[in-house]
């Protein structure tokens, strides 16, 4: 059965006075895939180490289902980690490393078999149970590590940056598996990642930490249209950040800046000034009948990365923007070209 994790003031010092986690606190729901996601030395690991019982808070508890935990040791908590290094037996068979867990536990024979033939079968490892784990690929000893952290039946799933020893293609099937295996057995997980597009495509919610501080909770398609910050917004991908003055007209919100007016239609909270953020990607070429949020500029340069296109433009005041296309063979340095960017893809933060 999954659980609910309740963490209510934790923090951690491993030196007195420089704090790695500031006290923090967060609900993540019963079968939620839920993001701890961030740059290096964050904060992070941390707080997943105090989770599984590996570390102890320097403040604060954790609870699942309301159940107080923080004083378990980590075998009492029904948690169960899949670490960055896989962590297997290379001595023992794929079965046997999937077996560990439960043999620890002192789990009958009988029941070991059934629970560790079904977890192999839900990684599609079961054809390799009598092989060892130095034979494997990277992948496939991800699987392993996978297989024997569902086998114990955890009522919550741990996992510290399980891909990132992985290649670009090994990933990206891996993280359609982990969402799988998730959703296919209702698991609360929670997965530390410092990689945005893992978080994103993966995530039913993501907090995002910095310096041992919540910066921002939300889905994915809430963190990324609609970021409270300026980390918030360049973490999570491309930006252009520009200088703006907000006003309204005709009962209408615009940003003003030096190089046009923009509508807006996202709420700016009563601001009057601030930074104006356009993603890349939102930039595209104007149609001959587009007349709002439409701009002209000159462009510099380009870099072809196949299914895209990384382009630079000049505005007429000097302001430099980069902007993602799906091609730019048609451009010339020098071609003056007029742009537009949809008013819902515009937001406005605070400096």
């Not at 029904?78 to 297997?88: E, P, T």
């Amino acid at each position: 059965m999954s659980a609910t994790v309740t963490i209510a003031g934790i923090s951690k010092e491993y030196k007195k006075g420089s704090p790695v986690l500031l006290p923090l606190d967060l609900e993540i729901k019963a079968g939620e895939l839920f993001f701890l996601l961030g740059p290096s030395g964050c904060g992070k690991s941390t707080l997943l180490r105090i989770i599984a019982g590996l570390l102890e808070p320097t403040s604060g508890k954790i609870c699942f289902d309301g159940q107080d935990i923080t004083a378990l040791p980590p075998e009492k908590r029904h948690a169960a980690m899949v670490f960055q290094n896989y962590a297997l037996w290379p001595h023992l068979t794929v079965f046997e490393n999937a077996a560990f867990g439960l043999k620890a536990a002192g789990v009958p024979k009988k029941e070991i078999r059934e629970k560790v033939t079904e977890a192999l079968k839900l990684v599609r490892m079961e054809d390799f149970a009598d092989r060892r784990v130095p034979s494997l690929s990277g992948g496939q000893q991800q699987r392993v590590a996978l297989a024997r952290a569902v086998a114990v039946e955890p009522r919550v799933l741990l996992l510290d940056e399980p891909l990132s020893n992985l290649d670009a293609k090994l990933r990206d099937e891996m993280r359609l598996e982990i969402s799988r295996i998730c959703r296919e057995r209702r698991l609360t997980a929670i997965y530390v990642t410092h990689d945005r597009r893992e978080a994103l495509s993966m995530g039913d919610r993501i907090v995002l930490l910095d310096k041992g501080r919540i910066q921002q909770i939300g889905t994915p398609v809430e963190l990324y249209r609609k970021p409270k910050s300026r980390f918030a917004a360049s973490f999570l991908g491309g930006v252009n950040f520009i200088p703006c003055k907000v006003i309204e007209k005709d009962g209408k919100r615009f940003a003003e800046t030096d190089f046009g007016s923009f509508r807006l239609e996202h709420d700016t909270g009563g601001k009057t000034a601030g930074t104006l953020l356009i993603r890349p990607e939102a930039i595209g070429l104007a149609g001959k009948d587009e007349t709002e949020n439409v701009f002209t500029a000159t462009y510099v340069s380009g870099t072809f990365l196949g299914e895209r296109s990384e382009l630079c433009f000049r505005t007429e005041t000097g302001v430099m923007l980069d902007v993602t296309m799906s091609a730019y063979e048609h451009f010339s340095p020098g071609n003056s070209c007029r742009l537009h960017v949809d008013p819902r893809d515009l937001v406005i933060l605070e400096d």
